[in-house]
């Protein structure tokens, strides 16, 4: 597990206690799209599931507004839900009905139980939990997408775009700013010394879980078609 | 209760049914802003408290994004919120340090309980309820300024800055939009013949309890000073 | 799809409409526990995760009573939850010891994807709506168990004492009583009528969804050792 | 404030640090309930309200079990909830219908802003944080009773029921069992030193704000009839 990213010190902790973290970010799924030999209807298959994630996705930032401390952690989840409901997520729509998925086959898309397990993984922590929790458990995806654009950056081939998505400045700057939000937030209540507490031992946790739901969502992308 | 602005169909029905809803719209505080001669002191109160209430107001939007069941309900609560915290805060920010209150003032201002009657009224409805509860117990706020800043309009004086605020065509349109987001979620879930069910009379106590509480947030105003 | 238990109104039409009803009721699984060939490891396997699926069904209860609009409601509640964390899971720690599991192996069970799955799905149906989404959610689960076990009745074998629990007149009665309590909470909402509202079908949605991810919980059963 | 009752570390903390605390625990209400020169009016009115709060009280209970870490905990809310919806609720409606009140009135009762104001507060305190959010908000009234009830023992007179059994030793023990809990839970998330973490000025903050609405609850039992 060389070249992690410099995502701030909780990501650089909590990916490093996350059994499946390399499982996740070198999943087969990951290497075809690298190599370029994903078959297109797994990618497909993965762009219609992707929406129904998004969905849930961009609802835990709006919980983690909700739920946020400072005026400048709803800003910051306000701002990430902001762009994925009127800018990504229009964006998507855009993308997938260039390879032929409408928007009504997007809505009709039924989620799979990789997509439930994960997206309900998170917002559920969210709930029961607090702030810390959702973004603990919301990391690594945001971050993960961010290692892996990283590694894959330069590969070309047929995923080029997908992978140029990630690897690009500003998703770059948003995992640098997103690192440091949830380093920012972690001090604020926890004060600088939180790994030592067992808080961070229950953080760490969700941020596992949530890996290793990421490794069945891939598995998904690569089984369902 | 002539006069009733068109915000749409619930709008009229819950507010025909909230016995508060004059002693909210005509409180005395309201007057005095009409005639001008509300005491400066009770409206710089007002505005400290009111600070306080828009950071709940804005998690409550977020909140009503995280229990959006549309993407359309999810844009407009996004958007509700997305305004808020970046441009009507800052703005308050603004209008607060001109009056003399810093914004160090601002975060200290200790929220008084009709404040917190008021915000986690709402913000529990939303939790304990679904997207409706909240909506219901949100739109008396929403809504109540706009029949109010139609009904002061022009009145000049030293509010006029205030009332011009609420009067103005974005507001005005704002309260039609969000008028309108309500009666599409309740056709959506419930059916045209809605008021016609009990769950009719749950939202429509929602609403009368939140003017209710509504009634004690102008009077903290012209208590506290 | 013969020979439906009479467990109410609701379930009669959420069990009709959910495609993966036939599919989770008569899993290899459950045929395994039936005919008495599922191989104890399976059996064992399954144990272990239901107890942390008991963990999370406690808390789905615990948050139905937090979330009910009666007392009757909170009483209902309240009492499975009482059931479930004084009696039912000491029980089961007593059943695993006997099986070979001891209480810090069962502490120590990593949650399997489709666990997490179906109960984050509960719990998060439960958060993010009301209290009606909540117990659609729940009720594959209780009133399915209710179906299976007294389908099996009389099968004997190795499993006999698994199937004469649900089988038997105290879960039947449960499964009575929770299916009353479903059909009143719907109508004491949404009126006599509750089918014919959109409501209907979201609801609907919720229990073919949980009843879906039953499935992946009974083929985890089977497939992890 | 001497003669503090020992309820564990964190309510002898939270307690110093409320500005509020005297004001509570020796509000003119319980200082009439002392004194026996309470108007029966104002008690009654207090009774009425405190059927509402009791609602809403268990409520929060259940979402302590719903937000619970361990077992023991859960088991400890399943068990406050249990009671208090199995027998105190019902012994209110008796103690209630004694006096005159029956129980269709208790359940006409409107909600005073006071009682919306804490019950909200606690119940919100519990949504939007975790399981140490919700009991700091929820310490003030079950510490706060023993308190009261513990100074007020032997004063005799028309109250004397009220007093015992606040002052007795069923209710001393659980408020012995609550402090317990509460200090297990902050060490078993933030190890011993959580006295030091900004955390726990969040959490003392929480108690105080609680406090202060306790003295609404007092103030609307003298004011209203």
């Known amino acids: 597990m060389t070249d992690a990213p410099d995502y701030g010190r909780a990501f650089a902790l909590w990916r490093a206690a996350a059994p499946d973290w390399q499982a996740y970010t070198h999943h087969a799924f990951v290497e075809g799209l690298r190599r370029g030999d994903l078959p297109r209807a797994n990618f497909l298959h993965y762009l219609r599931q992707d929406y129904v994630f998004l969905i849930h996705f961009s609802r835990a930032w709006a919980l983690a507004a909700a739920k946020a401390d400072t005026l400048a952690e709803m800003q910051a989840a306000s701002a990430a839900l902001h762009a994925l409901v009127h800018h990504e997520m229009p964006l998507h729509v855009t993308l997938c009905a260039r390879e032929g998925i409408d928007a009504a086959a997007l809505e009709a898309t039924q989620e799979a139980p990789a997509n439930l397990a994960y997206t309900r993984y998170v917002l559920e922590a969210g709930y029961s939990g607090n702030f810390l929790d959702l973004v603990a458990a919301h990391a690594p995806c945001v971050l993960g997408y961010g290692e892996i654009g990283r590694r894959l950056a330069g590969s070309g081939g047929p995923y080029a775009e997908w992978i140029d998505t990630y690897a690009g400045d500003a998703y770059q ?49 690569l089984d369902g078609v």
């Open 173 to 221: 700057a948003l995992c640098h700013d997103v690192g440091a939000l949830i380093d920012r937030a972690l001090v604020h209540r926890l004060g600088p010394d939180w790994p030592a507490l067992p808080r961070a031992g229950s953080l760490a946790s969700r941020f596992a879980t949530a890996t290793r739901l990421e490794v069945g969502f891939w598995q998904m992308g």
